[in-house]
Structure formats: C-alpha cells, structure tokens
C-alpha cells in the first residue's frame, strides 16, 4: 500500500466514489467560513460555469478549488487534515443545489442522482441512506453537529438558526433562487458543471505524519490553520493512543481560552505564542543559540514530534500559561509591589525578547508549587532590564540581541551565574550613544526609557500595567511652533522633554503651554477629573510654573546619569 497519493478529482469523483467517508476529527478548529467567503465562492463559480463571451466547453474547462490533505485511518475513513472548511461548504451548495432541483423535472433527474451519491452514502444497490451523510464532523459541539447533519438530511434551515452551517446554507438556497428566476431555461447546466468540471487536488495519506507535513505547506482559502493546530492534532494522536483523548481535549480547551486572555503576539495566534515561550526553555536545554535557531514548526516536528509525545512539554506550556496570566493580572498575592513594577517597566521594553527570558527563568526556577525566590527574581528582572535598554542604544536591533539572550537563557537552564560578563558596557561610550540618540517617538527605546524613569522616580506609586500610557511633550510641539522657544529645535524631542501620561490625560493636554497643562495634570481643567498617577509631573506642577530648555537639558542629563548608575548596580558597566 503506497504511503501518499496525490489525485487530481471532479467533485463527482471525489465524492460520488461509494466508498467515499470523509471525517472532519476533534483535533481541528470548528467550522469558521462565513458568508463572505461563500460569496466569493459562489461568484467564483458562477464565473466559471457561464463565461461571459465564451462558449463553456464541458470536455476541456476546469475550475480548480484547491486542495484537500487526508489521512486514510485505521476505520477506512479520510481523515480531513486540511480542507474542511471547503468541503463542509460544498457540502452545504450541493445539499441546496438538490433542495432547489428535486427530482421532479426529468432534465435534472441524472443530476439529481448524482448529487445525491456526492451527500450520502448508499447500500449496495446504490439506494442512498439521508440519515448517513459522507462527511462526518466530531469537531462541532453536540448541538452543531446534529444541525449539520439534519441540513443535509432535510434540506431545511429555518431563520431561528444559526449557526454558521445554516447561515450558509440559506445563503446558497437565496442564490440559487435568484439564478433560477433570471436563468430558469439553463439551470441544469450550473450543476453539471460544478459536478464535472470543478477539481480538486486530493492528497490521501496512510501515515498521520505524512499528511501533518504536506498539511504545513497549504492553505485553506483565507483561513491557513496554525503552527499550534499542527500540535494539536500531534498530541490528540499521541493521548488518543493512550485511551485519554477526552482528558487532552478539555485541557487543550482551558490553554486556549487562558491564551486568548494572557498572549497579544505580533504574528501568529495566543496558542502559537504558547508553544513560543516555552520553545526558548527547550532550546536553552539543548544550548541552542541565536544563529542556530528555526522557525516554530520545524523545532517541534523534530524526531516526528517526539518533544510533543513527552507529556512533561504540554504541562510545562499549560503551567507558563499560567505564569503568565498571573502577570497580566497582575497579581499580588503571587507578587510583591517591587516585582510587579519591574514588570510594568519590562512590558514596555523595546521588544519582545524579555517575555522569552522570562518564560525560561521561570521554568528553570519555580519550586514545586510554580513559585520564584522573591530575591533572585527580583534581581533578575533588573538585571535584564538594565541589559536589554543599555544593548539597544549600543546595537539597535532585535536580532543583535540574540547572541547575548541565548547565552544567558542558557547559563539560565544550567543554574551558571555568568550574566552578562562577556557584554558589560564601556561607561563612556553608552554615555556618548544616548547623548547623541534621537529619542523620536516612532522608536521603542523612546518609551522603555520613560517607563523605566518613571518607575523608578522617587515616590512614584506603583502603575497598572493594563493601562494604557502615552508620550507627552512637557513643552508641547504646538508652543515651538509658535514660539520658538527652544533655541535648540532637537531638545524638542529629547528625553528630557518627555514622560509616561495617561492616554486621556495626553490627548487633552498635548498641545498647551506648560502652566495650563498643570491643570491637567492635576486633575483642575474644566470639570474636575482625575489627576495623572506620574508622581514627576505632580511634582513639577507643585515647583515649575514654566518648563523650558534648561530645564530639559538638566532632566536629560539627570535620566542619563540615573541610568549609568542602574546599569552600574547591576554588574553591567566594565
């Protein structure tokens, strides 16, 4: 029997063969096509079988839907891989092409039978069971799959549905009728058409491991499934194999509504970032740097997803889940003020390594109750901290950091206390870097400079991290256009003319003169609001009556100063 076979099939041949089962397994995502992807679908068709200006010829033309990836399982079923969502919709047009055709006009009686073989499955005389459907979904929720399967055995969908099997359906059912009522005298042609002359790329698998890696090259239409579905599916396998696929179902299900809550990722979805955070642990493990490093996929299908069959990994990435989730929370019987404002600050850090540090220290640290030694965390949150903002002004970049982050994960996971030894900074030459650095506001550091400043201004109280915070001008852009003021125009963007303030607070209050935003800051413009939580601007609104140059150039000069002597404490200045 051949590992893999790749056909190219007519709608007809693929799903009139008798011994067509086709199965859409719990691994994957519910079904997602909407109506605008049916639209398309249906304009698309409805193109191809009545070309404008061309004659259809039945014997040559060929509509290409894509493709549809299956593993033949041990129950002799085409375990659908990738391309349910197409073939749950053609599904639904056929079952609404035969509603709207019936078998009482005898030029669409041979249609009629055709599409039947296509829906349902039949004995060996070729009569067809409605109750017996060859497309089964054990994705859908019990309540779905029963609307699924009694649309297909009834042909009805009425309005108080809906769920997105039904809406489509009645979607189809209502362009159907519409081309009926312009083009009564040809509407066996549409059928015929779609049957015969619309292919599909079928790719059938008998080894599960196969069609996973013909599945990581192709799309369904708009909606490609994820990196984390792949897993999905791997570990479904791995627990079915154990008797315990129901176990892995439910706490699959719990990861990814703890995901949505806790992962914002810049590419990808929650669950990819998961399985992304604890990928930087195993890596350190294996002392795997920075150039060495492969893409999210291809690290977990090593040794055929060997990493995914070990039960420790699934639980690991559930317990950092949660980890992480007690960060956003930001909750405080789990951690203490101090540390909970060096999370504030590292949120704001110009990229996105330091969730990946994190994510290994706590897997290489936490006791047995998933708790950190408050000390050393606390020393390590600045100490990555002060490293990170100090590296980007020398090497900007987040691939530059790699190198070093790697390193330190991996001295991490071998409980080595190297740190950053082999890339402490030269004092002076940081110094001249961010003296001579254009603090625009287009550029990250920008704000991880005015989240670190503020956090660690005297008396300032500790901030939610869930908040949203802005880059105010202390002395307003509005005012140097005005004015002038600045005999300098470049101290109009330097750091020490900016600051953390509250969304609501920076809107209102941007383009004022200083002594009017002391208003704002205070909470006394117009109806009285609340005042800005920075405890800097209160306290200049209490000693400043204007801000001008000098006094930037002196607050810059003390940032920078203040920063020298934080990276200093923490070991990174040579």
């Not at 007519?10 to 079904?31: C, H, M, N």
């Not at 990861?255 to 990928?279: C, H, I, K, N």
């Not at 995914?308 to 789990?334: C, G, P, Y």
Request: net charge negative.
């Amino acid at each position: 029997m051949p590992g893999l076979e790749a056909t190219q099939k007519t709608i007809k041949q693929l799903l009139g063969d008798s011994k067509a089962d086709f199965l859409v397994p719990e691994y994957q995502r519910q079904y997602a096509w909407e109506k605008k992807e049916c639209q398309t679908l249906w304009d698309d068709l409805l193109e191809f079988a009545f070309p404008q200006g061309e004659n259809f010829n039945s014997k040559t033309s060929e509509y290409f839907l894509g493709s549809i990836v299956t593993f033949h399982n041990d129950n002799d079923q085409h375990e659908i891989i990738d391309g349910q969502q197409r073939l749950t919709t053609l599904m639904l047009l056929l079952r609404a092409i035969y509603t709207r055709y019936g078998t009482h006009d005898s030029q669409a009686a041979p249609l009629s039978k055709d599409i039947e073989s296509c829906i349902w499955k039949a004995d060996e005389l070729g009569n067809v069971d409605k109750n017996s459907c060859k497309l089964e979904t054990l994705v859908a929720t019990d309540e779905l799959k029963e609307e699924f399967k009694e649309i297909l055995r009834t042909g009805e969908a009425p309005d108080d549905k809906k769920s997105l099997y039904a809406e489509n359906y009645r979607f189809f059912l209502k362009q159907i009728d519409d081309f009926l009522q312009k083009n009564a005298g040809s509407f066996a042609y549409l059928p015929a058409r779609i049957l015969n002359n619309c292919i599909l790329l079928t790719v059938d698998s008998y080894s599960s491991e196969s069609a996973m890696r013909i599945f990581s090259t192709l799309n369904d239409r708009g909606r490609p499934l994820s990196d984390s579905d792949i897993f999905k599916a791997q570990l479904y396998k791995y627990y079915d194999s154990l008797g315990r696929k129901e176990e892995f179902l439910e706490k699959w299900k719990d990861l990814e509504d703890l995901s949505a809550r806790v992962y914002t990722p810049l590419y990808g979805t929650p669950m990819d970032e998961a399985f992304t955070r604890y990928m930087y642990y195993e890596r350190a493990k294996l002392s795997i740097r920075g150039a060495q490093m492969e893409a999210l996929l291809k690290f977990y299908a090593r040794n055929s997803y060997a990493l995914l069959k070990n039960e420790k990994t699934f639980e690991n990435i559930i317990d950092l889940a949660k980890f992480w989730h007690s960060v956003v929370r930001q909750d405080s019987e789990i951690f203490s003020e101090r540390i909970l404002r060096r999370l504030f600050v590292l949120k704001y850090a110009p990229n996105e390594t330091w969730t990946n540090i994190v994510s290994v220290y706590y897997l290489a640290n936490r006791d047995s109750e998933g708790k950190l030694d408050e000390e050393k965390f606390f020393a390590f949150l600045n100490k990555i901290t002060a490293f990170i903002w100090g590296y980007t002004f020398i090497t900007p970049g987040v691939n530059a950091l790699k190198g070093p982050i790697s390193d330190y994960m991996i001295n991490i996971v071998k409980g080595v206390e190297a740190g950053f030894d082999r890339y402490k900074f030269d004092s002076a030459i940081l110094e001249t870097a961010i003296n001579n650095y254009s603090f625009t506001n287009m550029r990250p550091i920008t704000k991880s400079m005015l989240a670190w400043w503020a956090l660690n201004y005297s008396g300032q109280a500790s901030l939610d991290i869930n908040k949203p915070f802005q880059i105010e001008h202390i002395y307003a852009k509005k005012r140097q256009e005005f004015e002038k003021g600045l005999s300098n125009p470049k101290n109009l963007e330097s750091l020490g003319n900016k600051s953390l303030l509250e969304d609501g607070i920076n809107i209102r209050a941007s383009d004022y003169h200083f002594a009017d935003k002391i208003k704002y800051y205070t909470g006394q413009a117009g109806k009285k609001k609340q005042p800005t939580q920075i405890q800097e601007l209160l306290d200049l609104s209490k000693t400043h009556t204007d801000f001008g140059e000098s006094d930037i150039v002196q607050r810059k000069a003390l940032m920078i100063q203040k920063f020298l002597e934080y990276l200093k404490n923490n070991d990174l200045i040579k």
